[in-house]
């Protein structure tokens, strides 16, 4: 068929879309559609959900900002640096196992995200999606640190000025883990992953400068410049920079820059391999 | 099903009239590192409202085809469209006017029956006051009122595939293409499916299937297309297909103690044979012959019989029947539908 055949086609079922339009579904509503089954699905399961993302970090806080502080091991004021770090650390790593093991499932056994890559939405903003998913995950799984920390530990203050500039960076951190989480789930296989796990996530446990701040291990200079290849570090440092300004900490627009740089780099990878898995 | 008509019927079928519901023109699809076309310049039109049946074996190109209909797959070249929307220029207006019932069930386990319903609805922007009771109708129709909470896990594999039928309704699709729509499902449950699958076409839905069946293929389609190895053979209405054939009447033969191929000659040219193809050639036991006839099945049996003898072979076992859909497909390729 020729291209001036063609035209008066299109004109045709142009008419019929404005006629019926129901038909041309807007992305956007397409898209919230998808979020809302999602967060649907995380409502349903919220008591297990909260539970798995709290174990670890409760126990770590509670250890080490409570139980050896007490003994004299660790001197008072450790907390004080231990919380915002538990903070960044969920806001990263519950991002990323949000949206990497689902995926892994998904394009290996269950095929059950075909129906979603079937919906009027480009294949890019479904991947889209499961990051900002990830990071909705990942925030809330911070979040809950927070009434934790205060109930275990006995001295927390915070600089409250501080909070919107958090906010921001915990936004940046769960993006970034998302979109981590994007690149896992789309590059491993079903039989790796458990191994890619264990690689993977204990090393960001303990190279996010977490539990120490990053400018004062600059006599283990090699540590250091793994934490610095670590986004953890730059939720962590950030939110030490503008809640507990007096710990030394990376500058705030360094740690914004890194994490704005980690989200473009990890989502423009996830979503290249996003597509790849979902078109053949 | 007053939801789901048209409210401007009147401009739904100006449309119709001009622009068939899918097209695929020499469209070739080759898998990265394959070393043949999985889709080898295949073209057909379906109008709207037809219901089109592509036959043939396993790795015939027929779910690689619909694939690249419904978007999940990248061509390698031509042209496929669905009302007249370019699946590849327009992948997301593609999808919002097609259905999709996969070979493989893909029902979310996260949610319940209507759940999966209610939500792929949310996905096409159905008005939320619509999909619960759109939901509910649905599930009555496929017979699944009272699976409405059920877990898909749960579900049987027929009812299993009526709820992706419905989920692939609920945002009124014009065209809806189903994969294999009743392998593996037993006798009882494929009737169902035929049945709601008839129903959709006598209410307009323009319907795509693929199948290896050829009785479903016949029962089913208004048109079928042959396809093997990538290519479309033939393309007609099942009783133009089976019409086309040499030979009004089929004898299968089981014989033992011959050489298949070579009785396959003599057989060939005993007078009123019409065509002959060996069925099956097992390692042990008889091998199964097809001999088409002209006139009466009958009257021409004891010819063949006198051939079988005569060569020095064995006759096990006689059927007699009418050219199908498969007569065609041996005609057309030498050999059985797997």
């Not at chain 1, 962590?236 to 627009?253: F, K």
């Not at chain 2, 008005?127 to 896990?153: F, H, I, Q, V």
Request: aromatic share 6%; with cysteine; proline share 6%.
């Amino acid at each position: 068929m020729t291209r001036s055949a063609a035209e008066p086609e299109r004109a045709v079922m142009t008419a019929v879309t404005e006629t019926e339009p129901f038909r041309r579904v807007s992305p956007r509503r397409a898209f919230l559609g998808v979020l809302g089954r999602d967060v649907a699905v995380t409502g349903k399961e919220l008591g297990s959900f909260i539970s798995q993302v709290l174990v670890q970090p409760f126990f770590l806080l509670f250890v080490f900002g409570k139980v050896l502080s007490e003994l004299g091991y660790i001197a008072p004021g450790y907390a004080q640096l231990l919380l915002p770090g538990l903070l960044a650390l969920n806001a990263f790593l519950v991002a990323v196992q949000a949206v990497a093991l689902p995926l892994v499932i998904d394009f290996s056994y269950t095929k059950e995200i075909e129906d979603r890559l079937l919906a009027p939405l480009s294949t890019r903003m479904v991947a889209v999606e499961k990051i900002v998913f990830g990071a909705i995950r990942g925030l809330i799984g911070s979040l809950v640190m927070i009434p934790v920390g205060y109930l275990v530990l006995d001295e927390v203050s915070w600089n409250l000025a501080g909070l919107p500039l958090s906010a921001l960076l915990l936004v940046l951190g769960a993006l970034a883990g998302g979109a981590s989480g994007l690149v896992i789930g789309t590059s491993v296989s079903p039989r790796r992953i458990n191994i890619v796990f264990a690689v993977v996530i204990t090393p960001l446990l303990f190279t996010g400068s977490t539990q120490f701040p990053f400018l004062q291990i600059g006599s283990l200079r090699w540590f250091q410049v793994i934490c610095a290849l670590n986004p953890i570090t730059y939720v962590a440092e950030g939110l030490r920079g503008v809640l507990t300004p007096q710990i030394p900490h990376l500058p705030t627009w360094l740690c914004i820059a890194a994490l704005v740089f980690a989200c473009v780099l990890f989502g423009a990878i996830g979503i290249r391999g996003f597509v790849r898995r979902a078109l053949d | 099903m007053s939801t789901q008509t048209h409210p401007t019927s009147t401009a739904t079928d100006a449309g119709r009239t001009a622009t068939p519901a899918v097209e695929v023109v020499d469209l070739v699809k080759r898998y990265p590192k394959a070393t043949v076309n999985a889709v080898d310049g295949v073209s057909f039109a379906v109008a709207p409202g037809e219901v089109f049946g592509l036959l043939g074996p396993n790795g015939a190109g027929k779910t690689t085809t619909i694939g690249v209909l419904t978007t999940r797959v990248r061509k390698t070249s031509g042209r496929a469209s669905v009302t007249g929307i370019d699946v590849t220029a327009d992948p997301v207006g593609a999808r919002s006017v097609i259905g999709v019932v996969p070979q493989r069930p893909n029902l979310d386990r996260s949610l319940d029956a209507k759940g999966n319903l209610v939500w792929h609805a949310a996905y096409h922007g159905v008005p939320r006051a619509r999909r619960g009771p759109l939901a509910d109708e649905l599930l009555e129709r496929m017979g699944l009122s009272d699976k409405a909470s059920t877990n898909p896990d749960q579900l049987s594999g027929g009812q299993a595939q009526r709820l992706i039928i419905a989920r692939g309704l609920m945002h009124d699709p014009r065209v809806l293409f189903l994969d294999e729509p009743s392998t593996g499902l037993d006798p009882q449950a494929r009737l169902f499916v035929h049945d709601r699958v008839a129903e959709l076409a006598a209410s307009g839905v323009t319907i795509v299937l693929t199948t290896h069946d050829m009785d479903e293929a016949a029962k089913l389609s208004d048109r079928v297309g042959i396809v093997d190895h990538g290519e479309l053979l033939k393309l007609d209405t099942p009783a133009n297909l089976v019409a086309g054939l040499s030979g009004s009447a089929t004898v299968d033969l089981d014989v033992t103690g011959l050489d298949p191929e070579q009785l396959r000659g003599r057989l060939g040219v005993v007078r009123g044979v019409a065509g002959a193809e060996v069925l099956a050639t097992p390692d042990e036991g008889p091998s199964r012959l097809r001999v088409r006839v002209e006139g009466e099945a009958g009257a021409a049996l004891p010819g063949l019989l006198e051939e079988v003898t005569t060569a020095g072979g064995r006759v096990s076992d006689v059927g007699l029947g009418e050219p199908t859909l498969e007569d065609v497909f041996i005609d057309l390729t030498g050999r059985g539908l797997r």
